[in-house]
């Protein structure tokens, strides 16, 4: 077969893609011992960073980066199903070439679904980083938690109210 390919026309004289490659003459030697090295500086950057990141105060700080990191993609998200509906309803054609990138970031809905979890569940730690207006007692004068601001704003900040809104 190969004989018969490389006879059948002229290209295949002066291209032969069967022919053996620089690669095919040189096998790789190397294996995979020049990756433990890197594999065990990550393995333990990682435990480190999970041993600090257990304290109260960085524990704070990575909710916060946290929720803003999601926020981010989540605009990103939005933004990009935005441009592919506008595109679908003004039936535009100039974006043809361009209509791929929002689609492929409007993909990743379903991740930033799993993503919140997290944040989910921070909202029912009545005591958490972020969300204070979950605790109990805010509208309560005589409670620890008392604050006149939330008192006022109690119908809106509520967790079953917040479902809702997330949920549409």
Same mark, same amino acid.
């Given at each position: 077969?190969?004989?018969?390919?490389?006879?059948?026309?002229?290209?295949?004289?002066?291209?032969?893609?069967?022919?053996?490659?620089?690669?095919?003459?040189?096998?790789?030697?190397?294996?995979?011992?020049?990756?433990?090295?890197?594999?065990?500086?990550?393995?333990?950057?990682?435990?480190?960073?999970?041993?600090?990141?257990?304290?109260?105060?960085?524990?704070?700080?990575? %909710?916060?980066?946290? &929720?803003? #990191?999601?926020?981010?993609? =989540?605009?990103?998200?939005?933004?990009?199903?935005? $441009?592919?509906?506008?595109?679908?309803?003004?039936?535009?054609?100039?974006?043809?070439?361009?209509?791929?990138?929002?689609?492929?970031?409007?993909?990743?809905?379903?991740?930033?679904?799993?993503?919140?979890?997290?944040?989910?569940?921070?909202?029912?730690?009545?005591?958490?980083?972020?969300?204070?207006?979950?605790?109990?007692?805010?509208?309560?004068?005589?409670?620890?938690? %008392?604050?006149?601001? &939330?008192? #006022?704003?109690?119908?809106? =900040?509520?967790?079953?109210?917040?479902?809702?809104? $997330?949920?549409?």
């Amino acid at each position: 077969m190969r004989d018969s390919l490389r006879g059948s026309s002229l290209l295949m004289k002066l291209v032969d893609p069967l022919a053996p490659t620089k690669s095919d003459r040189y096998p790789f030697t190397g294996g995979s011992r020049s990756y433990i090295i890197p594999g065990l500086i990550g393995v333990a950057a990682v435990a480190v960073s999970i041993v600090v990141g257990t304290s109260e105060m960085f524990l704070e700080q990575f %909710y916060f980066s946290y &929720l803003i #990191g999601w926020t981010f993609c =989540l605009s990103l998200a939005l933004g990009c199903m935005f $441009i592919v509906l506008i595109k679908h309803l003004v039936r535009a054609e100039w974006i043809v070439a361009l209509r791929r990138i929002p689609e492929a970031v409007v993909v990743s809905f379903p991740l930033l679904i799993i993503l919140f979890i997290p944040i989910l569940v921070s909202v029912f730690d009545a005591h958490g980083p972020y969300h204070h207006w979950t605790a109990e007692g805010l509208d309560d004068p005589t409670s620890n938690y %008392y604050d006149e601001i &939330l008192a #006022g704003k109690v119908a809106y =900040l509520n967790i079953p109210f917040f479902l809702i809104r $997330i949920g549409f």
